[in-house]
């Protein structure tokens, strides 16, 4: 299982016994590294960051630490250990041997979820791009890059799959993955949420929290797929999703910590007076990219979902764990329906609910942290709670597409939604407000005024470690 770093590029598949395979990878390998040289981390050329590579991809080797030159970072193909004797867990095949080779009446559907799992992985490190240069702390600046060369990773996991196994239409597919970009107008990234801008770190900390979050049930649901090499792709990259999720909310979580102390130290209900973020725009971020996330699973009723469930490409999460038939012919499922004015559950057929199903998980586990971040300000004597929006609040895709919501749940009409939005969504002045707080701290242990030291370091480095040195 340990991976071949002697290799142009490193990989734990045997690349070198299949030479066509090896030449097309190396072909596609130069633009990927130009892409990353044009549209990743901006200015990190000359820096040498501590980061985590896997040097083996069983429980002890995944997670080697050192500094690393960034462009000497290398990025390859792992994939988790095959499990002897693996039968498909689910859908109309359960039961059969897992699929070595692509089912050929499934090539387009496979294709294409494995093009749009891709697609998000270089869109987010386009979006992070310029977060370097205001980072608030170099451990701030190791963990970005850290993301940042994972999702790099994750997109080699895609290409190689589509490369190995798709033959023409894949190596098409690969290429086209550099040629879109988030927020192009022309060519833009396939889900939306992908496009957006992330202008500040209070942006990326509730991306890695709740965006990375949808990466983490959508991979665990592709995880269960049918189609092995697929199912130890995405098992191997969630191991790394953990991290970037952990990225997320102990950076909310340290920020509001940071809030409460100086608005406690000034006794002031004032943050923004004395440097910090406040906790109302605070909310108003989680509202934006909470909403946007639930976006990301979907139609609540779904074909494509039940075709990916029958077929036996994407499963549930922890499908194994389910009590259940796995086949879904006569289930039902509680989904959201609007009569009238009102948000009704209805039961509809489990099978078209897969996606709605995944979501509600999502908005569970989303809450948790949210739960925590309260902690800290009931922990401070401050009386203020942070919210999860209601599921229809600023919905583009589904049932809540045509319809406006308050974040307590109160149906408005469009001129109410107009007049008001700008109280539940960061506008303009706040993002310019944001941006006033975002100088670059690089003085190793030292912290932005907006932000909470972490409680411990990476790999329990002191607080003052040199995370990142500038060439
Ligand atoms: N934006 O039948 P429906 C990650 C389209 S994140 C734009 O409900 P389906 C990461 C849809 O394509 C994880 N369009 O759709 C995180 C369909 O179009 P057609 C990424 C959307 O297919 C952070 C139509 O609307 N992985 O890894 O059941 C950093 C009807 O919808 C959107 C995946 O998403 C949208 N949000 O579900 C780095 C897994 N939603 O057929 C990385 C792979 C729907 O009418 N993808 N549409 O032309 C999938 O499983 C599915 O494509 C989706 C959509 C769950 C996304």
Known sequence: MSIDYAEKI?????????????????????????????????????????????????????????HVRMPDYRWGIF?????????????????????????????????RLIVTQGDTEPASVEQQ??????????????????????????????????????????????????????????????????NEKTPDWLS?????YFQDRDGKYQLSSLAESGFDPLARSCRFMLTEEAHHMFVGETGVGRIIARTCQLMRENKTDDPRSVGGIDLQLIQKYINFHYS???????????????????????????????????????AAYPVP????????????????????????????????????????????????????????????????ADY????????????EWEHRRAEWLPVDEDYAFVQTLMQPVIEPGKMANWIAPPARGINNQPQDFEYVRFG
Request: charge should be negative; hydrophobic fraction near 40%; proline fraction near 4%.
């Open 404 to 415: 406006h919501f308050s974040p307590d749940g109160k149906l408005l009409t469009e001129a």
């Open 204 to 208: 990326f900390f509730m991306f890695t």
């Open 337 to 400: 329906e609007m009569k009238g004015d009102s948000v009704v559950m209805t039961d509809a057929p489990a099978l078209n609910a897969v996606n709605e199903r995944l979501r509600a998980d999502y908005i569970t586990d989303s809450q948790r942290g949210v739960d925590r971040w309260n902690k800290i300000i009931r922990d401070a004597g401050i009386d203020f709670v942070l919210t999860l929006p209601h599921v229809g609040f600023n919905r583009s895709i589904g049932t809540f």
């Open 129 to 194: 791009r310029r977060l370097g240069q205001t980072c608030p702390s170099l451990y701030d600046l190791r963990n970005l890059f850290q993301v940042n060369v994972e999702e790099g990773r994750h997109l080699w996991a895609m290409v190689y799959l589509l490369h190995a196994h798709f033959g023409r239409d894949g190596r098409e597919e690969a290429d086209a993955m550099l040629e879109r970009h988030a927020g192009d107008p022309d060519r833009p990234r396939i889900l939306q949420a992908f």
């Open 79 to 111: 994939l988790a250990p095959a499990e002897e004797g693996r039968t498909i867990g689910f859908g109309q095949h359960k039961g059969e041997p897992a699929w070595q080779d692509v089912p050929g009446e499934y090539r387009a559907e496979l294709r």
């Open 292 to 330: 946007i996330c639930l976006d990301l699973f979907g139609a609540e009723l779904s074909t494509n979902a039940a075709t990916y469930f029958t077929q036996g490409l994407k499963g549930r999460f922890l499908e194994t764990r389910i009590d259940d038939d796995h086949v879904l012919a006569d």
């Open 10 to 66: 490193p990989n734990n598949v045997n690349l070198s016994d299949n030479r066509r395979l090896q030449r097309a990878l190396e072909k596609w390998q130069p633009a990927y590294l130009d892409w990353w040289r044009e549209l990743g981390p901006i200015e990190s050329q000359n820096l040498e960051v501590y980061l985590r590579t896997a040097i083996s991809v069983d429980s002890k080797g995944w997670a080697h630490f050192d």
